[in-house]
């Protein structure tokens, strides 16, 4: 029996067979291209994953397929072809029995198919979506279900490009949020000039963060360090190449003022567990959608709380995935922030957007992650021109 459960659930049947599947892929255009430091996102890309179980209960996933976005397509024919036969049928005794059969079985696929990532993603999407129906089995919220209490969670706004800075700000501002992530790496000026303009228009209450998406040689960040210095920066996220050795995020950790993030980058609770126990970030951001899903994630989360580092989930994507974030960090309690894209995204915002005050969000008390299969269906009817793939599954 798991023991991540809630007190008044341990009794729960956590036993599950698969009977069907429905996987959609869907595509929407961006009103303002989206720009990071490796390459600029034109529209926005979803895989939807609904499982049923044999006793007719539904469940909602996300498998995470940002950039480049060509790769939704893929990833569901990947999950349609290779990963949901070997789902549907067997009876697993519970959601973590079933990630680790599922990442056992592809293990050697994947290392023989160049697939990591892609393989581990979808994985990560079904681990969510049966951790959903797991709840609304129990006809609870999931956050609740794994031992959350407080359904009130921090957020910021993700995703400000370099361009329209103070614009995209002040509009965060006025939906309510409080806290701004720049995306850097555009050339110093470019950089220093909009946190310069952000800073200045920065209220007391108000929070600000940069985002350097693995753009910097160590030598560039140690260089610049000592200019983001001047800004009152909550944290620097991720200035060099994720699969930098040790010593090196080692050696900006050290030399920086600023706190260092990083972590949507970072596969398997070894490699979780090594940059935990090193001390190398000081904001820990796994993405449940890339890596892990909720069987995955919760172990390694409990143990970045415990080392006193702070998690901050990390997550660029559809609603869904959106709102599978938010019940975990609700989950898990800290004073981490829900990572928020603050650009316009329907395949997010029309599934979940709960409202916002003074920075903070209420997830609700509904059953699973919230989403209803009545609600995600209109959803599916109002976006038919977005969906690029739909395809069901049976055993």
């Known amino acids: 029996m798991l023991d991540w459960l809630a007190k ?8 599950f067979s698969i009977a069907s599947a429905n996987i959609v892929v869907m595509r929407t255009p961006c009103e303002i291209p989206v720009q990071t430091s490796f390459g600029t996102m034109i529209d926005r890309p979803a895989v939807y994953l609904q499982l049923e179980t044999t006793d007719g209960v539904k469940g909602l996933g996300e498998i995470w397929c940002n950039f480049p976005s060509c790769g939704a397509e893929h990833r569901a024919r990947l999950l349609q072809t290779s990963i949901l036969p070997t789902l549907l049928g067997p009876t697993y005794r519970d ?111 108000e929070q600000m963060m940069t985002d350097a998406n693995q753009g910097w040689s160590v030598a560039k960040t140690l260089e610049i360090l000592p200019k983001l210095a001047a800004f009152p920066l909550k944290w620097l996220e991720e200035p060099i190449i994720a699969t930098s050795t040790p010593s090196a995020w080692t050696k900006i950790q050290s030399a920086s003022p600023i706190p260092i993030a990083a972590g949507e980058n970072i596969m398997g609770t070894k490699n979780f567990d090594d940059a935990i126990s090193s001390g190398q970030l000081d904001v820990i951001q796994p993405d449940i959608c890339k890596w892990g899903g ?50 316009i995204n329907p395949l997010r915002e029309d599934l979940f957007a709960p409202k916002l005050t003074c920075g903070k969000i209420d997830i609700g008390h509904s059953v699973g992650i919230g989403i209803g299969n009545q609600h995600y269906q209109d959803f599916l009817s109002e976006h038919t021109k977005t969906i690029t793939l739909n395809m069901e599954l049976k055993k």
């Not at 697939?115 to 979808?122: F, K, L, N, R």
């Open 95 to 205: 959601p973590l029995a079933c990630f680790d059969a599922m990442s056992n079985q592809f293990e050697r696929l994947a290392i023989q198919s160049g697939e990591s990532g892609s393989i581990a993603q979808c994985i990560a999407g079904i681990d969510c979506a049966i951790w959903d129906i797991i709840a609304k089995r129990a006809n609870t919220p999931l956050f609740q279900l794994i031992g959350g209490k407080d359904s009130i969670i921090g957020t910021y706004a993700s995703g400000i490009n370099p361009t329209g800075t103070i614009e995209t700000i002040e509009r965060c501002r006025g939906l309510g949020y409080t806290a701004f992530k720049l995306k850097i790496g555009f050339g110093d000026d470019t950089d220093l000039r909009n946190l310069t303009d952000i800073a200045e228009n920065l209220s007391n209450n």
């Open 294 to 343: 909720i069987s995955g994630n919760l172990p390694v989360i409990k143990n970045i709380l415990k080392s006193g580092a702070r998690y901050c989930p990390h997550y660029l994507g559809g609603g869904i995935g959106l709102a599978t974030s938010a019940h975990l960090l609700a989950a898990v309690g800290g004073d981490g922030l829900l990572e928020v894209d603050s650009n």
């Open 8 to 15: 008044d659930y341990t009794n729960l049947d956590l036993s």
